[in-house]
């Protein structure tokens, strides 16, 4: 594989293009007849062979070195928001972007908009320092906190409801003023009145309010733009980093985004929203973070992964869909750099996503799948819930509920595993949400 990037002017905006040689990676695989015989590492098994029978030796031993495993060898270390940001050599400012409006949804919500400044410790904040804008709707009625879903998205917030209110800001677009440029070349561009709601159908706002949930989201370009090099950009060029191949790369420093909208919001006394009852978020990319932020910070009581496939929710060893090769090929940036050496050997790697599932036990997790979504892996995201299975039973739960067999398309199944198939494609859906807020429902209401 080769890797050519130039860096040049346009329009006076310095622009990152990366071109990749794909002569050399295997296509995907849509074949279930050439899934590799594989063994899965065994969960409830410590490094040094002992095995896990308690979950006294799960919480000390076994979930600390499997998420220790996943930091060094796929997701990249950063340092936590939820420490003093002080303690690693940020700050932040909160500011409000207009003012509430509680009439919106023809008066079932409230919108908020905040912004979230970031800046090097001991120096004035500057307008070319990262700024994250989080909108966030509350439902009007009922009484007492307030449980929430929080996301991110992918085009700018003006994309998720079609509200004139809502602050229009700067989004990452090709120079022609696409999404997905054949060339990899995204420029910072302002969001435009015509976007408006047009990733509507993916949030389903009305119906969150409709069942008592907050929602709570940013684009995740706000974090670190979406394309290699992006670093440059986003919050990473305020953390120091040095280069090693154990760093948090992008989807690890949307993760640890989500972790500091989730802080900022529930500090925030006005929203009410309670702490005890945040969900965490996300679709094909933004899914693999949500899990990973889900991993990594015990304070999302509950996880949602739709459509996450490879280096999310769907088995890495059963080399189905879109590989690990493929991905650390296309998207050399979403992974930390000791990530790719396990593209060409998968079985290299000291664990599977099944075991990123269990780091979540016992929180309730839903993993959800499209049938003509193969480039995710249905299949292998289903199988990673069932193999998370063992570890959920020994912490008490009921984890995938005696579920043994991928399910029919549309029929969820699942415990504290949730899990469904259902039709169509690589999308989010209002079926999608419907699973999610019942599930949610199930496991905060009872």
């Not at 849509?30 to 095995?51: A, I, M």
């Not at 969001?191 to 009305?206: D, F, L, Y």
């Not at 979406?226 to 120091?240: N, Y």
Request: glycine share 10%; hydrophobic share 35%; charged share 25%.
């Amino acid at each position: 594989m080769m890797t050519l990037s130039r860096l040049f002017t346009l329009s006076g905006i310095a622009v990152m293009s990366t071109i990749f040689c794909y002569a050399q990676v295997p296509p995907a695989n849509f074949d279930e007849s050439k899934v590799p015989n594989y063994v899965l590492p065994e969960p409830l098994l410590t490094k040094d062979g002992r095995k896990v029978d308690s979950p006294e030796l799960w919480k000390n031993v076994r979930r600390p070195e499997l998420l220790a495993l996943f930091e060094e060898e796929m997701y990249g270390k950063l340092p936590s928001p939820m420490d003093n940001l002080r303690s690693i050599g940020l700050s932040v400012a909160i500011t409000s972007l207009g003012t509430s409006d509680s009439t919106v949804f023809n008066g079932k919500g409230t919108r908020h908009q905040l912004r979230l400044h970031l800046c090097k410790s001991g120096e004035d904040i500057k307008e070319e320092d990262p700024k994250i804008d989080v909108l966030l709707y509350l439902p009007n009625h009922g009484a007492g906190k307030i449980p929430a879903f929080i996301g991110l998205n992918f085009r700018g917030n003006h994309t998720v409801a079609d509200d004139p209110g809502i602050h229009l800001g700067t989004v990452w677009r090709t120079p022609q003023g696409g999404w997905d440029g054949r060339d990899n070349i995204f420029v910072p561009q302002p969001a435009k009145e015509e976007e408006r709601g047009m990733q509507a159908s993916r949030w389903q706002v009305e119906m969150i309010l409709d069942r008592g949930y907050a929602l709570i989201t940013a684009n995740y370009n706000d974090i670190e733009p979406d394309f290699d090099g992006g670093s440059k950009w986003g919050v990473r060029r305020l953390m120091g980093q040095k280069g090693e191949p154990n760093e948090g790369n992008a989807i690890a420093t949307w993760a640890w985004g989500l972790e500091l909208i989730r802080d900022a919001t529930v500090r925030a006394s006005h929203l009410n929203l309670d702490p005890e009852k945040m969900v965490v978020i996300g679709h094909s990319r933004l899914g693999k973070t949500a899990l990973w932020a889900g991993a990594t910070n015990p304070n999302f009581a509950l996880v949602i992964s739709n459509n996450s496939g490879s280096g999310g929710a769907a088995l890495s060893r059963r080399e189905f869909g879109e590989t690990l090769l493929l991905t650390n090929t296309a998207r050399p940036h979403w992974f930390c750099d000791n990530f790719k050496k396990h593209g060409r050997d998968v079985s290299s790697m000291p664990f599977d996503q099944h075991e990123l599932i269990a780091l979540m036990a016992p929180r309730p997790v839903y993993i959800a799948s499209a049938v003509e979504d193969k480039w995710a892996d249905p299949r292998g995201e289903f199988l990673s819930g069932l193999y998370a299975d063992p570890v959920y039973r020994l912490l008490g739960t009921d984890g995938i509920a005696g579920v043994t067999e991928m399910p029919d398309i549309n029929r969820p199944v699942g415990g504290t595993i949730g899990y469904h198939v259902r039709t169509g494609v690589h999308d989010v859906t209002e079926y999608d949400w419907k699973q999610f807020l019942d599930f949610s429902d199930r496991h905060f209401k009872r």
